[in-house]
């Protein structure tokens, strides 16, 4: 059976420029319909922060480390403002009939100096040999360096991917996929079917407040893993569905050495 791993922008299910945590309730329920429509063997659901996240992270600094009794509230505080958002995830998916089961990255994940060393993937494997659809977020995570750092749904879908070997692995953003500039700022931009590099472009963070990195850092994860992803528009009705079941030519292909595009 084939595995796909999707990750769901927190551009789209929250209103990622509002600085408290807003979520949106619509785009969330449509992309869950989405995602039972479109679900094709296994399935693993990766979700970003938006306002959840990104927001209090930059406030409190603890992306950077842990240097005071505030920043260890702040720690605490993040983590559990990613688990509400995950259980009203969680709940939608449920809603569809889908067996969706949330699962905190943070609570195996080992960080040092901000990069990812280690997550189990062991329940995830055994979860998904079940039947289930095990639905993971961004989250502040244990840093073994500067005590806390943060492990983005980006770093989530490229380590998964690599470890579990996936066949399909799709980011759903707020953008039709790759262009050769910020779409959001330029109107002239070219979307991009194929991408192998990112020298000679134009590619920048996110236009709200974001810690994470934006569409540079989610591409160059993929690019030097050697992880094949597709970046589509998760906000416009049916593409959901549509890369979930394999679809090409939809959105920009991050074409890469080992984890190939199976379907
Ligand atoms: P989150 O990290 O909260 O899950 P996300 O994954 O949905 O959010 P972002 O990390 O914000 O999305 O990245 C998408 C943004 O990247 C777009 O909204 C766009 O403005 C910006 N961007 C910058 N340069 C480019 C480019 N060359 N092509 C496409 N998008 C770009």
Do not use: W
């Amino acid at each position: 059976m084939t595995l796909t791993i999707l990750k769901i922008g927190g551009s789209i299910i929250t209103k990622k420029n509002s600085i408290e945590p807003e979520i949106n309730h619509a785009e969330l329920k449509r992309v869950c319909r989405e995602i039972k429509e479109g679900k094709n063997g296994k399935l693993i659901l990766i979700h970003g922060a938006g306002s959840y996240g990104h927001p209090i992270v930059n406030r409190t600094g603890i992306h950077k480390g842990i240097s005071n009794e505030e920043q260890l509230k702040a720690f605490g505080e993040t983590q559990a403002l990613q688990n509400e958002l995950n259980s009203m995830v969680c709940k939608e998916l449920k809603k569809t009939g889908l067996p969706a089961i949330p699962i905190q990255a943070s609570s195996s994940a080992v960080m040092e100096k901000g990069q990812l060393l280690y997550i189990d993937t062991r329940v995830i494997k055994g979860l998904l040999d079940l039947g289930m659809v095990p639905v993971l977020y961004g989250v502040p995570a244990y840093d073994v360096e500067q005590g806390c750092s943060i492990l983005s749904g980006d770093v989530i879908i490229t380590y998964l991917a690599l470890e579990l070997n996936a066949d399909n692995v799709i980011h759903a953003s707020d953008v039709d996929g790759v262009y050769d500039k910020d779409p959001k700022k330029h109107e002239d931009a070219v979307l991009l079917k194929e991408l192998l590099t990112l020298d000679n472009l134009n590619v920048t963070g996110s236009n709200h407040v974001d810690v994470t990195g934006g569409m540079r850092k989610k591409i160059s994860q993929l690019l030097n893993a050697g992880v094949t992803a597709r970046i589509i528009n998760g906000l416009k009705e049916g593409m959901i569905t549509l890369a979930l079941k394999g679809e090409k030519g939809i959105g920009t292909i991050i074409k890469s050495g080992r984890v190939q595009n199976h379907l």
